[in-house]
């Protein structure tokens, strides 16, 4: 499944919380501070064995982003706000949330309409895929070491979904013009209001193409993708929260590899002859490296999560390799 990426809250909650987390009752009437709220949805949570993967990695972290959603507070709360009551409006909504979220399967950020991507907020709806690409981690870095800041002018963001890759890239090269291509028109829709948001409407493309498509001869420094990669198998035994976002930007065939082979086989006519190429295949890993036995794929690992991302450079040549 696509990595995940750690969200702002979950070491502090743990700190905040552990030491003295509230009884758990079913008195909900009682419940009345942003500690005991967090802690009861918790409780339903675990009880209801709902699939945790979109942004959070278990019941409290989910828990705790639902509830602060809900009140529209930051995740970075102190020990005094924790223990503050909760207005019998905001408790009712939170109810709401808590509901639907154990009735539909829906994740949170679906819910909310909000997901955090490299420390910055997104609107997402069921149009798109929940943001959690650990390749924030390397937007945030600025792709260091793999290229030098001052080189890129250009950045082309594959599948972009909900434009929050583009939309980071953009923000962590303040130089660089950015195409977002995305073969889905309502996937760009959320991305059009993302970019509107985040106030790059003026440097962020938003093209419709099947991958290099639209693109012409246009050449990039950085080429960044998180494409559909499960495999049919794997869709077949997706959690009920995986089914609510669109298939078309999961499924990749028998081997989860039909979209990857298309970018290599077209990225080098794209690529500066300084630039890198940045893909997320996920669990990908093994039968990549199996179909292109001789490219040198370097695979990334990160502090916050997240695996199966590799960089190739301008250099490699594919065609050493049989793609068929």
């Keep these: 499944?696509?990595?995940?990426?750690?969200i702002a809250y979950p070491a502090l909650f743990r700190q905040g919380m552990m030491s003295g987390l509230s009884k758990y009752n079913s008195d909900l009437k009682i419940l009345t501070t942003l500690r005991q709220l967090i802690d009861r949805t918790e409780q339903q949570f675990i009880a209801s064995d709902l699939f945790f993967g979109h942004g959070a990695e278990n019941a409290l972290d989910e828990a705790a982003?639902?509830?602060?959603?809900?009140l529209d507070l930051p995740f970075d709360v102190s020990p005094d706000q924790?223990?503050?009551?909760?207005?019998?409006?905001?408790?009712k909504r939170i109810r709401k949330l808590v509901d639907e979220r154990i009735s539909s399967r829906k994740p949170a950020a679906y819910l909310l309409n909000k997901?955090?991507?490299?420390g910055l907020p997104f609107y997402v709806d069921e149009r798109v895929?929940?943001?959690?690409?650990?390749?924030?981690?390397?937007?945030?870095?600025?792709?260091?070491?793999?290229?030098?800041?001052?080189?890129?002018?250009?950045?082309?963001?594959l599948g972009t979904g909900s434009g929050c890759i583009a939309i980071a890239c953009a923000l962590a090269f303040p130089a660089a013009v950015v195409d977002a291509t995305d073969i889905s028109p309502d996937a760009l829709e959320?991305?059009?209001?993302?970019?509107?948001?985040?106030?790059?409407g003026q440097r962020v493309n938003l093209v419709e193409a099947d991958l290099f498509s639209a693109l012409g001869d246009s050449r990039y420094d950085i080429i960044v993708c998180n494409p559909p990669y499960v495999t049919e198998g794997e869709m077949a035994a997706l959690p009920a929260e995986y089914r609510h976002e669109p298939s078309?930007?999961?499924?990749?065939?028998?081997?989860g590899l039909d979209v990857v082979d298309r970018i290599l086989l077209?990225?080098?006519?794209?690529?500066?002859?300084?630039?890198?190429?940045?893909?997320e295949v996920g669990n990908g890993r093994s039968a990549l490296e199996v179909k292109y036995p001789s490219t040198p794929f370097t695979w990334l690992d990160f502090e916050h999560g997240g695996e199966g991302v590799f960089v190739i450079t301008s250099e490699v040549d594919l065609s050493a390799d049989d793609a068929d």
């Design 82 to 91: 924790l223990n503050g009551k909760v207005s019998a409006t905001g408790q």
């Design 115 to 118: 997901a955090w991507f490299a």
């Design 190 to 200: 959320v991305a059009r209001i993302n970019c509107g948001r985040h106030d790059l």
């Design 129 to 157: 895929l929940v943001p959690r690409s650990p390749i924030a981690e390397l937007i945030r870095d600025g792709f260091s070491p793999w290229i030098k800041a001052p080189e890129v002018t250009r950045i082309l963001d």
């Design 1 to 6: 499944m696509p990595g995940l990426f750690n």
């Design 248 to 255: 078309l930007a999961l499924a990749a065939g028998a081997t």
């Design 266 to 279: 077209n990225t080098h006519r794209h690529l500066t002859p300084h630039g890198i190429l940045v893909v």
């Design 65 to 70: 982003y639902l509830v602060l959603g809900a």
